[in-house]
């Protein structure tokens, strides 16, 4: 079966085919792609995938239909629990935050959600993380925008949006009839800025959520300051804190020598849960070497090459804070979701493996749920924390180990 070409156009980043309204070529460095998308049917019963073969086959490529599971096995799978808590209900709202199962979508990867409506059923996503929001509108940094690195890409967007008025008016009435929760990531440049965006977003219908951006990497001004501080992150915590009683999760940055002393920060100052990680700060150089390739010079490098990364956070922040934790970095497959829950997450974001395979935080779930049926698991808590040390702090005498 064949796949429509897509394209990233770096005035908008609006995902299909070019439309009549851009004629600008997108320009892409021609580096191999590290994210390629999976065609299969994501059922493993017993732990072998059911596979049907002759006649059932897909002749013109050879490739086998994975079968879809019977009516029992589906029964069975139904039964098994992926609901996550992420926040528990506060004052007369009485909202929390629950999921139904712990696969996200990360922010600017998954617009505002009615863009993928059409080739994904975002209904059964555990939630939706939508595009960076800010107090007043933003026309982003200058193009290039976006490049493709070996390990993932590099992009430096610049939190272009509409601004929160015009985001409330647009999506709301859309996100209250959704059973999805929809997370808001708010960005700012002043502790005044996140309280304002904070405040108009309190008590709006469709609004699950507060994802508090307080690490973008390719913002000239505001966002990084907050976090690679920890007064700073607990400044701004505490502040947006008092302005809401939307759930409250706080966004760290990797551009720090020790998280863990931010993280406990955020907590004290009384997020909900702590998502982990933002992209870590890069650069790309032009093809003929003369300048640097984006047009704001950095962005944020994303994909599979910050995994590694992102699982030292995760594993690090576990062992200090007591609050849920959102992994980030790098998920393409069941592993690398396997691989955050052992370090300590208990739900994860999938980012920029979406331009490559929209389906894939659906098709996570559905495998998440049949490894725990084949692990005889009646739900996949006891996949969290396994990895991590029996005595926290015990890696070793400094606790700094990876560091000069």
């Known amino acids: 079966m064949k ?10 980043m609006r995902l299909g085919k070019d ?20 065609d299969r049917f994501p059922i493993s019963v017993g732990g072998r995938p059911r596979i049907e073969t002759g006649a059932s086959a897909v002749a013109d490529l050879g490739v ?13 799978l139904d039964r098994i629990d992926l609901s996550v808590e992420l926040a528990p209900a506060r004052g007369a709202h009485e909202r929390g935050l629950r999921l139904a199962n712990p696969v996200m979508v990360a922010s600017g990867t998954f617009g505002y959600g009615v863009e993928y409506g059409e080739v994904v059923d975002v209904q059964r996503i555990g939630a939706i993380c939508c595009k960076g929001t800010t107090l007043r509108p933003r026309a982003g940094n200058p193009p290039p925008r976006v490049t493709e690195t070996p390990g993932g890409m590099l992009n430096s967007i ?12 647009k999506y709301g009435s859309v ?3 959704w059973k999805v929760p929809v997370i808001v990531n708010v960005a700012g440049e002043s502790i005044e800025d996140y309280v304002e965006v904070a405040r108009r977003l309190d008590g709006v219908p469709g609004v699950a959520g507060i994802e508090l951006n307080i690490s973008c990497p390719n913002v000239g001004k505001g966002g990084l300051q907050f976090a690679i501080d920890r007064d700073a992150a607990r400044a701004v915590t505490a502040a947006v804190r008092r302005a809401t009683e939307l759930p409250l999760l706080v966004k760290l940055s990797p551009n720090v020598a020790d998280v863990r002393p931010i993280a406990k920060a955020i907590e004290d100052a009384g997020a909900d849960a702590i998502c982990a990680i933002n992209t870590l700060s890069g650069l790309a150089v032009s093809a003929d070497r003369t300048r640097a390739f984006l047009g704001n010079t950095y962005g944020g490098l994303s994909g599979p090459a910050i ?21 980030i970095g790098g998920v393409t497959s069941l592993a690398d979701v396997l691989d955050f829950l052992a370090c300590g997450a208990v739900a994860v974001q999938v980012g920029t493996a979406i331009f490559a395979d929209p389906e894939l935080p659906v098709r996570l779930g559905d495998e998440l749920r049949a490894e725990c049926l084949a692990r005889g698991l009646s739900s996949y808590a006891p996949l969290v924390g396994t990895a991590l040390p029996k005595r926290a702090g015990a890696s070793s005498a400094k606790g700094a180990e990876y560091r000069p």
């Open 307 to 327: 995994k590694p990364v992102a699982l030292r956070v995760v594993y690090e922040v576990a062992q200090v804070v007591s609050i849920p934790i959102v992994a």
């Open 175 to 177: 996100w209250q009839g």
């Open 3 to 12: 796949t429509k070409k897509t394209v990233i156009a770096f005035g908008d």
């Open 158 to 169: 610049g939190l272009q949006n509409p601004g929160v008025d015009a985001v409330i008016e």
């Open 19 to 38: 439309s009549n309204r851009s004629k600008r070529t997108p320009t892409v460095r021609k580096d191999k792609n590290a994210i390629v998308p999976v």
């Open 64 to 76: 086998p239909i994975i079968a879809r599971p019977s009516l029992a096995e589906r029964e069975a």
